[in-house]
């Protein structure tokens, strides 16, 4: 026997053992799968591949340009005390929406009478308070009453949907936008929401329990007492149903008949010292959205607690600046020498900018100069404002695209010294 021939059959005999390996292999597993099957027959289970879910079915459908008509289906009071109604709006054309992402908002221009007559066009944001649906967005507005005691105008948006907004009323409707939302992840994530800074909450959490059923969600709800809640039996329902959802209301100021252990959870505000009481140690991820006191005070608490600023994520209502200390330091230290000169033309300003001061809209705002805006994350277009010289820069990409001369004052700071038309 020659040496090649030898070869041959060594190499022979390794083929045929392995392929009597695979084949004993394929065989155990075609055993396992035909006793899966089997099962799954004698169950009634469906043997097809779950349907996509919305968002990844509805991914080709395009978010549209500009503004698009959108009908009041339904208008839903949400609390005892009838001052948060929901808004159901389907597209007037029928076609199909495009998914958002949990915790966006729409923007409305809304055309809205004047006391002396006639009307002006506003734009404002309001929060999706829904997860995705294929045929319909919701919306929760509060009714923004005029603080007592005080010359302050009640709002006037949120004052025009409760009052002259009716089912069949026709509304116009950017595409949802927004940088605040919920992440994908199955990483454990709190909810804080204050007040009507519940709606992008409810978003979120609708989503992630009807996508995500096995993920730890927490919601931390704050409110005067039991009359402003909003969507109690809703959130009660979902909390019965899913053992990974926890459900904690906090009542600051409750009612004679708001009962501990029955209406509520907690009394108080939410603070920090109730997160280390109620949470485990485990690597959270907090969304937040709510008045500014309750921003103020719980996002450096959280810092100081060691949360990382990777896992806080906020959207704050109204005029509220929120500096974040371990994004502050290295700000500051960018700055240089030849201070930075910004010039309110209009309001016949001139003032020296440091990076502390934050946004031109912060800025503005911090000295006296009332600036139109809405959502406050270059997502509406409302602070647009002309640039007369100079240049700005912006800290996040903005979702609207400014006209040419044009700045987002919301998310942008100046590059150079700037003249802004305002």
Known sequence: ?????????????????????????????????????????????????????????ESAVAAWKG??????????????????CSFYLQPEDGQALPAFLPGQFLTFQLEIPKAEGGSEHILRCYSLSDAPRPDSYRVSIKRALAPAGSAVAPGRSSNFFHDQVAIGSRLQVRAPSGHFHIDRSDAPVVLIGGGIGITPMLSMLNWCLAEQPGREVWLFYGVRHGRELVMKSHLETLAA??????????????????????DYHHRGRIDVQLLRMQLPLKPYHYYICGPTPLMESLVPALEDWGVPDAHIHFEAFGPASIKRRQLAAPAVAAATENDIVVTFAKSGKQLSWLPASGSLLEFAESNGITVESGCRAGGCGSCQTTIRAGEVSYRQEPEFDPEPGNCLLCVSIPKTSVTLEI
């Open 241 to 262: 149903a899913h053992p990974n959802f926890h459900l904690r209301l906090c009542f600051s100021a409750p009612l004679s008949d708001d009962i501990a252990g029955r």
């Open 67 to 84: 503004f698009r008509t959108f009908l009041v289906e339904r208008k839903v009071a949400e609390d005892a005390a009838e001052s948060v």
């Open 1 to 57: 026997m020659t040496s090649l021939v030898l070869l041959l059959w060594i190499v022979s005999g390794i083929a045929l053992q392995l392929a009597i390996y695979l084949g004993i292999g394929f065989w155990r597993h075609w055993r396992g799968y035909r006793a899966l099957r089997d099962g799954a027959e004698e169950l009634n289970l469906p043997l097809t591949l779950d349907a996509p879910r919305h968002e990844e079915a």
